[in-house]
């Protein structure tokens, strides 16, 4: 959602119900600016839902979601959106997609691609499609299962990083030292909720100190809109 609050034009396609859920996930985008014309409407499925509990420092303790109506974006139903997506900037696969489906996006979309693994049990779904991806989104444990590798610690990233790379994800941007260091965070006089993240990322990727972060809101805007805000979940794994 933050993608059209900085001017940019999002669509999303997905499949809901005509339940509760999908009326506050309408509402809600409307309300953002995030098109819905190309979703779909299943009257007798459910829409689906995620619910998490996170630890007091705000890691995931547990989770479970119904993605079951998921199971309905088939690829008959993407095709007459080709050259919707064909002509996108980027297009993000989620892998709570039907196999096959992941499998014709690699075969039949040419714009750039983008993953989010979702979870470990469902990662697997974008093996054969790693070598379109020119960026993906791993958090630690998917990373693992999709480079086959154990990471021990942050010094392991930049290893893994490479792993993709070679597996096909494209561009020097899947680095770590060069997504942190092109990044920007903007602190304020009260702090960030992301202390920590803050002060690996400086001693990690070289950030000498707090005020060598850029704190012009128009130039963070700026580099937002490139794209760099996705990207970052990289190097962290978040």
């Given amino acids: 959602e933050n993608l059209p609050l900085l001017g940019r034009r999002v669509s999303l396609v ?18 953002v600016g995030i098109d ?4 779909f ?26 993605m079951t109506i998921c199971a309905g974006l088939l690829p008959a139903k993407l095709e007459p959106l080709l050259p919707l997506l064909n002509h996108a900037s980027l297009v ?30 469902k990662a697997p779904r974008l ?6 991806l020119t960026m993906i989104k791993p958090n630690v444990a998917e ?35 060069a997504l942190a260091k092109a990044y920007a965070l903007c602190l304020t006089d009260t ?17 000498a100190t707090r005020s060598a972060l850029i704190g012009d809101s128009r130039e963070i805007t700026r580099r937002l809109q490139n794209g760099e805000m996705f990207s970052f979940a990289i190097v962290r794994g978040h």
């Avoid at 819905?36 to 979703?39: I, P, R, V």
């Avoid at 993000?92 to 470990?120: C, F, H, K, Y």
């Avoid at 480079?147 to 561009?171: C, K, P, Q, W, Y």
């Fill in 14 to 31: 997905t499949i809901m119900g005509e339940d509760g859920y999908a009326a506050m996930i309408r509402e809600h985008c409307l309300n």
């Fill in 36 to 39: 819905l014309q190309h979703s």
């Fill in 41 to 66: 409407t299943d009257p007798l499925g459910r829409t689906s839902i995620y619910l998490c509990m996170n630890e007091q420092d705000g890691d995931l303790h547990a989770a479970v979601s119904d």
């Fill in 92 to 121: 993000i696969v989620d892998a709570n997609l039907p196999e096959e489906t992941i499998s014709w996006i690699g075969q039949r979309v040419t714009a750039p691609l983008a993953a989010d693994p979702v979870s470990m049990a």
């Fill in 127 to 132: 093996l054969p499609l790693l070598s379109r």
């Fill in 143 to 177: 990373a693992e299962l999709l480079t086959g590798m154990t990471i021990h610690g942050d010094n392991d990233f930049s290893r893994v990083s490479d792993a993709l790379h070679r597996m096909g994800i494209e561009g020097a941007e899947t680095e770590p030292a």
């Fill in 191 to 207: 702090g960030t909720n992301n202390e920590r993240l803050l002060r690996e990322a400086g001693q990690d990727f070289g950030f």
